[in-house]
């Protein structure tokens, strides 16, 4: 209420500043303005009576209005820079300018004889009239007295107006010869009429100062004495002037023009001591209405610190509780629930005991609600999380167990199975199987526990990234050109297993069909690096962003982001090792993913042995240094049948320098063979217990090792069941299989020994003698190192082991299941040997991208 009193006494007091300053700066110079325009108006029609088209007087009178016209621009930008004008005077104030700047053109009529004497009379009345147009404007004051004062005595002056066009009128006739045309006499009698108006109209509301300077003007002799030529004048419908006395004319007019503009000046100062009365009444309005709203304000202010000292108060304990929940209880209530610990209700959101007003009250009820319920919704969450973790490990351990059992019994197939085409699709029953393993295992780690699999021994990189790329459906794609010579803790190799397959298995899935996927390894400064590069389309590097920071940083799982559950994993793995995991775009336009290991997953030893069962390389004198995979076979698209050949061993020439010698081929060397370092330990406690143990397929029945002769077969086992205390193997003494088929003779192209290698001899007595001394705890015999090896490459400080005693007869059936084994195996490399490309065996996207995940 205030303010509002204040905005309308104060808007009075500016508006009587912003008059004041407009009739400063711009009444005055109008003023004087309409003075020499009156003065050159005058002059020019005398000009004319007197028939000429220029004289001195009349330039030196345009000179003068001229300079007046500058000084009123001059004030009219000043005013419309300091921002005095406001938009009702705008309109009239362009078309004064627009007027004057006419000005010009109408001297220019006159002097080339266009305009006659009333036309020129007209031309300068018109710029007169937009001149009275904007005085009728300026007297805009919010004092209505002092407005209707201000606007009577402009009429006055607009009189003054009417006498001064009729004196230059007559006094321009009288020069000419004393006759006036019709029309001029029309325009006399009109400007005579509308003074006598605007003194009849406007007289009345003058007051006081300002109406008797008129009256004295008015009621006096000089004024009849105009008022009586003038009627003259008008009587004379002719436009004759010899009726009235025209040597009093110009006297009297001069009389009464200097007696009006006295009268002029005296009620202008009446009216200006009214308006200071005034504008002394709003300033007192003002500071009235000021200090008694200060007053209020002050009183308002005291009262409202005063009440407010006291809500503070009370809403200070709301305040701490909401500080307390946003910051402190709410939060550790959320960390408490994600580390599984029981979360109280009422211990962790108490009500709140607030004093004061009953609003108070209530609001700090309200808030108690509030986040009661906010921490039971968080538990709730917590539980539902929960929840459904428990029900993904669930299912995921039961699933696990099941698969685990389900490749214990394809293991076993496989060793049993004679049947090319049937270890062919078993072998990619194995596969899917192992695919399977792996997203069970996937859930397990979503809903927070670990797969159950771990090694008590370090294994081999590349064994563990040969695991890795069996667990991927498309693994024929991927190449791996080589790995360094390390190994890994075997804590973390399941983890980093399921990691570089779920790497993989983007990589061949968001890359073309026809191109490869390329696996690099490095042992760096901080630890061991393996790179996966694929040729695909590659990502933005927004999403590149959105990615290494969901891998850096990985979020909790939510089940609406279920399209990216790989990633999710991949980064619940690093984050748990400390891994480093990181992607970003390739030459080839596709996407690189750097697995940085940090030192403490990389093994002390540096270069390991490798572990029983895993599978090592051979390297032919004839090579060059070129590494061949001893046996695996590839494993063969899905959509192209396998073209089998009769079974036929084939010799394999180890590797002299590995710490042991290369095992020939057996069951276990199938496409999806996982090497056995992969293999001891890898049971989860859940499912062990459905493990057969290490024994013969065929039930433990015995035959006599002489029965399982065939050539270059040394009858030694390999895989996970290898013994390294087994001795060497014993010759058949026929030519014949176990089931009595006539054996096939070794051709050339069986052989994997390249030219310039001879060929192995026969088996010497000391080695078949050291080999059946002693056999396997299932009765199989034992292989002897460097035993059945050309004497090329034999090593010759290498003793071939002690002689053994004999090992015990196997069973008929024994011998049947280990060499039809033996022949499946066979078959399968010299397939390989035969492939159109030429590829080598040590192809490793060939020969050890399917093989079999751990048991």
Request: no cysteine; net charge negative; glycine share 8%.
């Amino acid at each position: 209420m205030w303010g509002f009193v204040l905005k309308l006494t104060v808007g009075d007091g500016v508006t009587l500043l912003r008059a004041k300053s407009l009739y400063d700066a711009i009444g005055v110079t109008s003023a004087d303005l309409g003075l020499h325009i009156q003065a050159e108006r005058g002059l020019t029609i005398r000009m004319l009576s007197a028939g000429q088209t220029s004289s001195p007087a009349v330039t030196s009178q345009q000179g003068k209005t001229s300079a007046a016209i500058d000084a009123f621009d001059k004030a009219v930008h000043e005013q419309e820079d300091a921002g005095a004008l406001g938009s009702d005077l705008k309109a009239p104030m362009d078309s004064l300018l627009a007027s004057l700047d006419r000005l010009p053109s109408i001297r220019e009529s006159v002097t080339l004889g266009k305009f006659d004497r009333l036309e020129a009379m007209n031309a300068y009345n018109g710029v007169m009239d937009e001149l009275f147009g904007l005085y009728d404007r300026l007297v805009s004051v919010p004092d209505l007295a002092i407005f209707q004062q201000a606007s009577a005595m402009q009429a006055m002056g607009n009189a003054y107006e009417m006498i001064a066009r009729e004196d230059a009128l007559v006094r321009g006739t009288i020069m000419s010869g004393g006759r006036l045309t019709r029309d001029e006499h029309k325009a006399f009698a009109e400007w005579a009429a509308n003074r006598r108006f605007i003194y009849l109209k406007y007289r009345p509301i003058l007051k006081g100062g300002m109406r008797q300077p008129y009256e004295d003007v008015l009621n006096s002799e000089l004024y009849d004495r105009f008022t009586t030529l003038e009627d003259g004048v008008v009587a004379q419908t002719s436009g004759s002037l010899y009726a009235i006395d025209r040597d009093k004319w110009a006297p009297t007019v001069d009389s009464l023009d200097s007696r009006l503009d006295t009268s002029r000046v005296k009620a202008t100062d009446a009216l200006t001591a009214e308006a200071t009365s005034a504008a002394t009444g709003i300033v007192g309005r003002i500071a009235i209405a000021g200090g008694l709203g200060l007053v209020a304000i002050l009183a308002t202010i005291i009262f409202s610190v005063r009440f407010g000292r006291r809500l503070v108060g009370d809403l200070a304990g709301l305040r701490e509780a909401a500080l307390d929940l946003a910051d402190v209880r709410l939060p550790d209530v959320v960390d408490r629930l994600r580390r599984g610990e029981d979360v109280d209700v009422e211990a962790a959101a108490p009500p709140i005991k607030a004093t004061g007003s009953s609003e108070v009250v209530d609001v700090a009820n309200a808030f108690s609600t509030v986040r009661r319920t906010a921490v039971e919704a968080a538990v709730g969450q917590a539980n539902l999380r929960r929840g459904i973790s428990q029900m993904f490990l669930n299912l995921a351990r039961r699933k696990q167990s099941l698969l685990h059992r389900q490749l214990t019994l394809l293991d076993s197939m496989q060793r049993r199975s004679a049947d090319p085409e049937s270890l062919e699709d078993l072998f990619r029953l194995d596969h899917l199987t192992t695919r399977m393993r792996r997203h069970a295992e996937g859930l397990i780690i979503l809903s927070g526990a670990a797969p159950g699999r771990s090694w008590r021994k370090p294994v081999p990189v590349m064994d563990v990234v040969r695991a890795a790329i069996s667990e991927v459906e498309d693994f024929t794609r991927i190449s791996l050109p080589t790995m360094p010579n390390a190994s890994m803790t075997g804590s973390a190799v399941a983890d980093v297993v399921h990691l570089l397959a779920e790497l993989l298995e983007n990589a061949t899935i968001f890359s073309p069909p026809q191109t490869k996927v390329l696996v690099r390894g490095e042992v760096v400064a901080n630890g061991l690096v393996i790179e996966i590069e694929d040729r695909g389309l590659g990502l933005t590097p927004e999403e590149y962003a959105d990615i290494n920071e969901r891998l850096a940083n990985p979020p909790e799982f939510d089940l609406a982001d279920s399209d990216r559950l790989g990633l999710f994993v991949v980064g619940q793995l690093a984050a748990r090792y400390g891994i480093s995991v990181l992607l970003r775009g390739s030459p080839y336009g596709g996407t690189t993913a750097i697995v940085l290991m940090p030192r403490a997953l990389v093994a002390d030893d540096g270069s390991p042995e490798a572990m029983a069962g895993s599978v090592a390389y051979a390297v032919s004198a004839g090579t060059n240094g070129k590494r061949a995979i001893a046996a695996p076979a590839a494993a063969e698209p899905a959509e192209r049948e396998p073209t089998l050949q009769p079974a036929s061993p084939q010799t394999v020439v180890p590797d002299t320098a590995a710490p042991q010698a290369a095992e020939e081929s057996g069951p276990e060397t199938s496409p999806f063979f996982t090497p056995a370092a992969l293999r001891t330990e890898a049971v989860p406690s859940a499912a062990r217990d459905d493990l057969p143990d290490d024994e013969p397929a065929s039930g433990g029945r015995k035959v006599a090792p002489d029965s399982l002769s065939a050539p270059g077969f040394d009858g030694r086992r390999v895989g996970a069941f290898a013994d390294p205390s087994d001795g060497g193997p014993r010759s058949s003494s026929n030519g014949a299989t176990v089931n009595g088929l006539p054996m096939r003779e070794r051709t050339t192209r069986d052989r994997t020994v390249r030219e310039g290698v001879p060929a192995a001899e026969p088996t010497r007595p000391a080695a078949q003698a050291t080999s059946t001394a002693n056999g396997t705890h299932a009765g199989l015999p034992r292989r002897v190192r460097q035993a059945n090896i050309v004497p090329q490459l034999r090593e010759g400080s290498q003793p071939l082991g002690a002689p053994t005693p004999d090992p015990e007869e196997r069973s008929p059936e024994e011998a049947r299941a280990m060499f039809s084994a033996f022949q499946a195996g066979a078959r399968r490399g010299r397939e390989n040997s035969e492939q159109p490309d030429g590829q080598e065996y040590g192809s490793f996207a060939n020969n050890a991208q399917g093989e079999k995940g751990d048991e």
